[in-house]
């Protein structure tokens, strides 16, 4: 009888485990320094954050937001960056090849907010906002830093020029 009900929890639950997973979001572990001090603030401790697939849609990302992506560099990797710019947006570099960037329709500029210790647009240039997997919400772990993660740019990376329209039409 204890198989029956373990096996019948199983064949019900793994699927929508599996499908919260997929669909809603998933909590990942923050590793590096490159986003302090909005995460991994201490060196020796790792933040968890909340990614939330649920209606993240490329036309949805806004400038401030944290966003996890897949790394144009290794597509193996994910990486984690804050939105500096959108498509059609005028941005300056720090020691990206050029020092103005016009970012191309279908793109964004992202930033590590510890600028210099950062693998991010300015290593790599504007990347595809389709190599974008889920909005960073919520830092859920460890407990003394639990909060809904703020939609912040820093003044100094904002844009030189916003374009008119930043979405998809």
């Not at 603030?41 to 954050?49: F, G, K, T, W």
């Not at 500096?84 to 947006?89: E, K, M, S």
């Not at 103005?100 to 647009?121: A, K, L, N, R, Y």
Request: aromatic share 8%.
């Amino acid at each position: 009888m204890a198989f029956r009900f373990f096996a019948k929890s199983l064949l019900y639950g793994l699927p929508l485990g599996v499908t919260f997973l997929d669909c809603v979001g998933y909590v990942a572990r923050v590793d590096g320094i490159s986003m302090q001090p909005a995460l991994n603030p201490v060196a020796d401790v790792r933040d968890y954050v909340f990614l939330l697939r649920w209606g993240n849609h490329n036309s949805d990302v806004e400038r401030g937001d944290i966003i996890s992506m897949v790394s144009p560099k290794d597509p193996a990797q994910k990486i984690i960056k804050r939105v500096v710019g959108l498509q059609g947006d005028v941005v300056s570099t720090i020691g990206y090849r050029d020092e103005i960037v016009s970012i191309p329709q279908g793109h964004c500029w992202v930033e590590g907010d510890h600028t210099g210790h950062s693998m991010d647009s300015n290593s790599f240039g504007p990347v595809a906002l389709g190599l974008m997997t889920a909005k960073a919400v919520a830092i859920v772990w460890p407990p003394e830093r639990w909060r809904l993660l703020e939609n912040e740019l820093p003044r100094r990376r904002a844009p030189i020029q916003v374009a008119k329209t930043s979405h998809y039409n």
